[in-house]
């Protein structure tokens, strides 16, 4: 017949576990000797010495492969996306909607525009830009900036005309005749399309009467972006890039309604039909004059 188990009580546990921690027979700290305790902390040294060493040669060796100026991978980056200014965002997208009796309600979109075009100030571009050949790519294969940089071409708020803020600091907001900023995305060696044809903003309606869009004027001249602006290099090489924009101004648009608008950017090398992507090459906004 089997014998129950003496149960042990909490000091001879206690006792137990002392012995060990330190067996004085056999001079064991926790069940192994001192030169067992020696050559085991030896072997884990060594083992993650060897394992911090594999890993830093291959991180080493990968940041060989890796280009500071370039990425590796930007094969999603077909074409750039297109920002607007003032971008004021609603439920459905961007919607410019304001009172153009009130003050307050069209200051808040000449605001975003002076802000955004401080460093397109002549004296700020003088500064650290220069002046570009227009009509051709700016191709620079050595780094001939200060600093080992690129250098990045002159683009000055004078360009945009009645648009610029400069002889209209309201840009036609309280007039109801609003400017719009249209920027591409920056996307590093991209080329738009070919020498002699460069891109250029074309804006259509998508909801309501075509008549708005009898009178627009465009800066500059046309709605281009002159090529000498790309391609672009990248922040570390041309720290002082600023991209050109192309100022829509809408003269004819009826008060009080809600229209949409379309603006394309036209180009070789530039998609507008991109499904997953509403924003690749294109913007699409409302727009509502309250009077």
Same mark, same amino acid.
């Given at each position: ?17 002392? =012995? #060990? ?121 050595? %780094?001939?900036?200060? =600093? ?6 002159? %683009? ?73 602006? #790309? ?37 070789? =090398?530039?998609?507008?039909?991109? %499904? =997953? ?15």
């Amino acid at each position: 017949m089997a014998t129950l188990k003496e149960k042990r009580t909490c000091g001879q546990r206690c006792e137990d576990f002392g =012995h #060990f921690v330190w067996n004085s027979d056999t001079k064991q700290f926790m069940g192994r000797t001192l030169e067992r305790w020696v050559y085991i902390s030896l072997y884990y040294v060594s083992f993650y010495i060897v394992m911090s060493g594999l890993f830093i040669l291959a991180l080493y060796v990968m940041l060989l492969t890796l280009n500071p100026y370039t990425p590796t991978y930007q094969d999603r980056l077909i074409s750039p996306g297109v920002i607007l200014r003032p971008d004021i965002w609603g439920e459905e997208g961007l919607e410019i909607i304001y009172n153009a009796s009130d003050k307050k309600s069209w200051m808040r979109m000449t605001n975003i525009l002076d802000k955004y075009l401080l460093h397109y100030n002549e004296t700020h571009q003088n500064e650290s830009n220069r002046h570009c050949p227009s009509g051709s790519y700016y191709i620079q294969k050595d %780094f001939k900036g200060p =600093h080992h940089t690129k250098y990045a071409c002159i %683009f000055t708020r004078e360009m945009l005309g009645n648009c610029s803020g400069l002889e209209d600091p309201t840009y036609g907001y309280p007039e109801g005749k609003p400017c719009f900023l249209i920027k591409m995305n920056r996307i590093i060696n991209f080329l738009p399309g070919k020498v002699g044809s460069p891109p250029y903003v074309k804006c259509t309606m998508l909801e309501g009467s075509p008549s708005n869009l009898d009178q627009v004027e465009y800066y500059p001249v046309n709605g281009t972006f002159d090529i000498s602006y #790309f391609p672009y290099y990248g922040s570390l090489a041309q720290p002082n890039y600023t991209n050109p924009l192309v100022a829509v101004k809408f003269n004819s648009i009826k008060k009080n309604t809600e229209i949409k608008i379309e603006c394309k950017v036209v180009a070789d =090398h530039i998609c507008t039909d991109n %499904f =997953h992507d509403p924003y690749e090459g294109k913007v699409v906004f409302q727009l509502k004059i309250e009077s």
